[in-house]
């Protein structure tokens, strides 16, 4: 059974940093793009960073370039999105997903909550 499976958010200070972590199982993640997005109250699911199967490639969206970094431990079937310098903006339910052909996994999210 496909588990992807989010944990490491929570309430944060302006300023202060978080790291999201996604443990997988019921598939090899070696073989899988995986990204992170998130979904504030009243917007629509935006993709802010993703990693190819290889790490031959990485994006960032503008709004998290410079703040927040991808990454994997294939060995650990667990993805991570280490997230700093923190902005009330950021405040979203946070979503893991692993992809190939044919395949499009997703966690079941995990809240982050910006504010002083």
């Known amino acids: 059974q496909v588990q992807l499976v989010e944990s490491g958010g929570g309430l944060v200070q302006p300023g202060g940093s ?3 972590s996604c443990a ?6 070696d073989y899988y793009a995986i990204g992170w997005f998130r979904q504030a109250p009243g917007k629509e699911r935006e993709g802010i960073s993703c990693i ?6 990485t994006y960032y969206g503008d709004s998290v370039k410079g703040r927040f970094t991808i990454s994997r431990d294939n060995a650990k079937n667990t993805m991570y999105l280490q997230m700093n310098s923190l902005k009330p903006e950021d405040t979203a339910v946070y979503y893991c997903n692993a992809q190939r052909i044919w395949r499009d996994y997703w966690g079941q999210g995990t809240q982050v909550t910006v504010s002083s």
Do not use: I, K
């Open 52 to 57: 190819s199967f290889n790490e031959g490639t």
């Open 24 to 29: 997988t199982s019921g598939f090899t993640l």
């Open 18 to 20: 978080l790291r999201l």
